[in-house]
């Protein structure tokens, strides 16, 4: 029953975590330990406070406890033998997936093996991107060809000038810096890049080490003089810097005369970080690299140098890994531009956020994104010539059976001429009054020459007009008046030419049908008031590597406010604010909403500090 900012008191008082390990509560009291120093302003809290006594005190007593099982996301656990003759197991009740009950590390100490089997999202939009280069371009594109040649000057160019949004493990808005700082020309750079932008490494400031050793911005040394040309091909291609695992094993090998199973256990052991298995390994490896003629003090700094790096190093094999498909999505995205975004966009167009950032993304790379059109959409985002047509399943209340129907009707009898053409053509599905004001409100039939307002004037009209002859033909009967096996056609009126809604109207409808503004943007063209008012964009603050804390500046469009009202009765309440990139909700409680409620509407372009 405690109040919500004691617990917040008590955290931002608390030893903060190092390379995402925290200090256990007991050791924040122990003076033996490294961090004690860090602790005083908890433990003065602790004592000063009685509340944050009760609540650390019983924190203390079940810390350390399960709090709850939980299950990996990619983990399978695999037997030469029945596993219920190894280990006990169960069944999820929410989903029937059979699961362990032990976890992890007890199944393979008891010789059974576990491996990750990920499922990567970047899989499909490269099998997309590369079926778009073949329907837009007529080029085949051979993935394992790029593989084994893995020097196109395009790709590096695009990687060297940070503009990587949307390529696999390298998008975020650190890793584009640290590009930028690189330059990266080679194979090499984008697997260290993916194993050392990691909270460890950079937290030895390994990364920026590395980017200016290649660019001849900082000299290469080695780890002691005696060990130069003994590591040197096994550190020259990382700059003198240990990156992967394998190059401790490699290390380890080399100098201390270890086998390679020796050499992972000493990894291993290194991970670990228990003192106790530390010295134990420090005896072998310091003996075997004597008995080679190293002195203790290169033995010292090298073993001081593997140790607190063994515990977040990466390993190649999966950096690598990695870095094929970085690179194949680079390649792509600099040699097929619209073929490329299309699969990305496609890939999260269930996502809002996403979409409107990636639809950034091609503004800022010169790609135009057509609004839905009936005539042209396939349900998916696709490629047309240098543009991106937007996909008919994604505007809102138009399903799979609705999209089917249209491209069936539109590849048996060709595209439509207007929009009494249209309805005539299409199945019974698709002449649903829902769905055609959704495709209107869209802009799907703007190709047409109709006004969006002319057609919301009639649709309905005109739905009710041909529905009873569609249900006819759907079920195999034909109009007493028509021609038997014909197809039939009433007379209808044209759509009026009305003129079209203002810009705000239009756009409205069609972000509240397509979840975010395609045709146009309320803030085209503002981008650079928008940037001279803000220090980050909205993309950029909701990004994975983002601000978490501090005060930020943001400056964008009110696109919805939700007025609420407290207990004691006082006004608040949450606003959402776009811009080009993205979208976010703003609280502004009582006090700083008694200031601003007169100026907060919609349509707003508003500056916010918080």
Request: aromatic residues 8%; proline residues 5%; glycine residues 8%.
């Amino acid at each position: 029953g405690m109040p919500f900012s004691l617990g917040e008191k008590l955290t931002k008082a608390y030893t903060p975590p190092v390379q995402g390990k925290d200090v256990p509560l007991a050791d924040v009291f122990n003076p033996e330990h490294d961090r004690y120093g860090e602790g005083t302003e908890f433990r003065e809290l602790y004592e000063s406070d009685p509340d944050a006594k009760l609540v650390v005190d019983t924190a203390r007593g079940i810390e350390g406890l399960k709090r709850q099982w939980g299950v990996h996301a990619a983990g399978v656990i695999m037997s030469s033998a029945p596993l219920l003759d190894v280990i006990p197991i169960m069944k999820r009740e929410q989903d029937g997936q059979v699961i362990t009950q032990f976890d992890y590390p007890s199944c393979e100490d008891l010789g059974l093996v576990k491996m990750d089997f990920l499922g990567l999202r970047n899989l499909t939009i490269l099998d997309d991107a590369v079926r778009n280069v073949k329907a837009n371009r007529g080029v085949d594109i051979d993935l394992d060809a790029l593989r084994r040649d893995m020097s196109d000057p395009a790709a590096y160019e695009l990687l060297a000038s940070g503009e990587t949004l949307g390529v696999f493990q390298l998008d975020g808005g650190g890793l584009r810096s640290l590009l930028k700082m690189m330059r990266p020309d080679n194979f090499e750079d984008i697997s260290a890049t993916i194993a050392l932008y990691r909270p460890g490494p950079m937290g030895a400031n390994s990364h920026t080490n590395y980017a200016l050793r290649k660019t001849g911005r900082q000299p290469v040394e080695p780890i002691h003089p005696e060990l130069a040309e003994p590591l040197a091909d096994i550190l020259d291609t990382t700059y003198g810097l240990i990156v992967y695992q394998e190059q401790i094993q490699q290390i380890a090998q080399r100098v201390a005369g270890y086998s390679l199973g020796q050499a992972d256990l000493l990894r291993r052991a290194m991970g670990k970080k228990k003192q106790s298995i530390l010295d134990a390994e420090f005896e072998p490896f310091s003996t075997g690299m004597r008995e080679r003629g190293y002195s203790n003090a290169s033995i010292k700094t090298l073993w001081d140098i593997m140790v607190p790096f063994a515990a977040y190093a990466f390993n190649k094999a999966r950096s690598a890994a990695y870095g094929v498909i970085s690179y194949w999505t680079a390649y792509l995205k600099a040699n097929f531009p619209a073929e490329y975004m299309a699969a990305l966009l496609e890939s999260v167009k269930s996502d809002k956020d996403k979409t409107a950032l990636y639809l950034g993304e091609c503004r800022r790379m010169g790609i135009n994104v057509l609004p839905p059109d009936v005539n042209a959409s396939d349900g998916m985002f696709t490629p047309v010539e240098q543009d991106i047509r937007y996909g008919l399943a994604a505007i809102r209340n138009v399903g799979d059976n609705v999209v089917r129907g249209i491209v069936e009707a539109r590849t048996e009898r060709g595209k439509a001429s207007d929009f009494n053409a249209f309805l005539d053509q299409v199945p019974l599905v698709v002449c649903n009054k829902r769905v055609i004001e959704s495709l209107i409100k869209a802009g799907a039939f703007d190709s047409m020459g109709h006004t969006r307002r002319g057609l919301m004037e009639c649709f309905e009209r005109r739905v009710d007009e041909v529905i009873d002859l569609k249900r006819n033909q759907a079920n195999g009967q034909d109009d007493l008046f028509g021609d038997f096996g014909g197809t039939e056609q009433i007379a209808a009126s044209p759509v009026p030419p009305l003129p079209e809604w203002d810009k705000r109207v239009r756009l409205g409808f069609e972000r509240e049908m397509l979840g975010l503004y395609v045709s146009d943007h309320p803030l085209q063209g503002l981008e650079h008031i928008l940037a001279a008012h803000r220090e980050y964009s909205i993309g950029q603050l909701r990004a994975d590597d983002g601000p978490r804390d501090g005060v930020v500046t943001i400056a964008g469009m009110i696109t919805q406010v939700v007025r609420k009202q407290t207990k004691n009765g006082d006004l608040w309440a949450i606003a959402t604010v776009e811009d080009l990139e993205s979208s976010m909700e703003v609280l502004l409680f009582p006090k700083v909403y008694a200031g601003v409620a007169a100026s907060l509407a919609t349509d707003t372009v508003v500056r916010i500090k918080g």
